[in-house]
């Protein structure tokens, strides 16, 4: 059975940095697809970045798109977000996913989650 667990959200500064973490078990995840999303209250989930576990290659929405970077670590199996140049528009609550999406922005097309670690960014 597939579990996630992400963590690293916290509170930062506008301009500042977190790093996100998910720890990814109970399977191998070659052939994979690796995303973080974001939900900001009132506001529907939105897709942040994705990794393709098996060689790495990276998608990423326009609005992050050169401040965030997603990687992965498949011995550890954990996938990282690094965040960098936080904004208020970032302030939600950010949650890992693991699945075969044909699309890899359609939320829907992943199978597992994380529980979601809240990011706020103060201006």
């Known amino acids: 059975q597939v579990q996630l667990v992400d963590s690293g959200g916290g509170m930062v500064q506008a301009g500042g940095s977190l790093r996100l973490s998910c720890v990814a078990s109970?399977?191998?995840?070659?052939?994979?697809?690796m995303g973080w999303f974001r939900q900001a209250p009132g506001r529907e989930r939105e897709w942040v970045a994705a990794?393709?576990?098996?060689?790495?290659?990276?998608y990423y929405a326009d609005s992050v798109k050169g401040r965030f970077t997603i990687s992965r670590d498949n011995v550890k199996n954990m996938l990282y977000l690094q965040m960098n140049s936080l904004n208020s528009e970032d302030t939600a609550v950010y949650s890992c996913?693991?699945?075969?999406?044909?699309?890899?922005?359609?939320?829907?097309?992943?199978?597992?989650w994380g529980q979601g670690t809240q990011v706020t960014v103060s201006s």
């Open positions: 990794i393709n576990w098996s060689d790495g290659s990276t």
């Open positions: 996913a693991a699945g075969h999406p044909a699309v890899v922005g359609m939320s829907r097309e992943y199978d597992n």
């Open positions: 109970g399977r191998s995840f070659g052939g994979y697809v």
